[in-house]
């Protein structure tokens, strides 16, 4: 549970910068924006789960005893991957951005220098 519901909120988060940049945004304002948007919907997410296993986190109810260990194991897994997702996608998205396109100019930049002009061709 705890897996998909990061998996989801990152690739939502990135989904909105990518489109982002594809009207024109550098990839920190394309990740900013896509935090901002994605902000909301992510809290009301992970405090749904959150508030839905908190009974059992708390030991409540009877033979509740048993259930408290996973149920801190959830409350706090939740947690750390808001963390992680609001925190940790945003920096890698704009490293890894970065890193893609410095490869797509020095790539660009090869292909320049190998392929001959057309009158050095014929000559």
């Known amino acids: 549970m705890l897996v998909g519901l990061v998996k989801k909120n990152g ?3 990135v989904d909105f910068a990518v ?3 594809r009207h024109g945004k550098t990839p920190v304002e394309a990740i900013h924006e896509a935090c901002l948007v994605r902000f909301r919907p992510i809290m009301m997410t992970t405090m749904a789960a959150l508030v839905g ?3 059992i986190a708390l ?3 009877a033979g509740a005893e048993s259930r408290r260990p996973l149920g801190l194991a959830v ?3 939740l947690v750390v991957s808001q ?3 609001l925190y940790i996608t945003p ?3 704009v490293y890894i951005e970065g890193l893609r396109l ?3 100019r020095r790539r660009a930049s090869r292909e320049q220098h190998q392929i001959p002009s057309t009158a050095e061709a014929t000559s």
Do not use: F, K, N, S
């Open 91 to 93: 920096v890698y998205y």
């Open 19 to 21: 489109e982002a940049q």
């Open 59 to 61: 030991g409540l109810g």
């Open 83 to 85: 963390l992680l997702t």
């Open 75 to 77: 409350v706090g897994g």
């Open 11 to 13: 690739i939502m988060m």
């Open 102 to 104: 410095r490869l797509a």
């Open 53 to 55: 296993t908190l009974p």
